[in-house]
């Protein structure tokens, strides 16, 4: 059974810093682009990162950049999300999804139509 369990969510204080993972099961993720989701109450899901299957490459929303490292390792079928200086706005359940190869050509990394596999979810929440 293909499945993706996210996990280390949680509360913390604004400019903390919490690790998700998101490990995935029944299949491998070698061949798979891998995107972090978010979705806050009353709002869109929106794209927050991703990390392709072939060179790696990243990509970051702009709310994200330079606070929010992806990175994933293959040999224990996980990928990260290190999210540093966290924010009250960063406050969400974070999803992570998994698209075989990558997203259709001409599509967004963070057009969440493209990604076929998702994880239940895990809450942030950035409080003081």
């Known amino acids: 059974q293909v499945q993706l369990v996210e996990s280390g969510g949680g509360l913390v204080q604004p400019g903390g810093s919490l690790r998700l993972s998101c490990a995935a099961s029944g299949f491998t993720l070698d061949y798979y682009t891998i995107g972090w989701f978010r979705q806050a109450p009353g709002k869109e899901r929106e794209g927050v990162s991703c990390?392709?299957?072939?060179?790696?490459?990243?990509y970051y929303a702009d709310s994200v950049k330079g606070r929010f490292t992806i990175s994933r390792d293959n040999a224990k079928n996980t990928v990260y999300l290190q999210m540093n200086s966290l924010k009250p706005e960063d406050t969400a359940v974070y999803y992570c999804a998994a698209v075989p190869l990558g997203p259709s050509y001409g599509s967004s990394w963070s057009d969440r139509n493209e990604y076929h596999y998702w994880g239940q979810g895990t809450q942030v929440t950035v409080s003081s």
């Open positions: 990390i392709s299957f072939s060179d790696r490459s990243t």
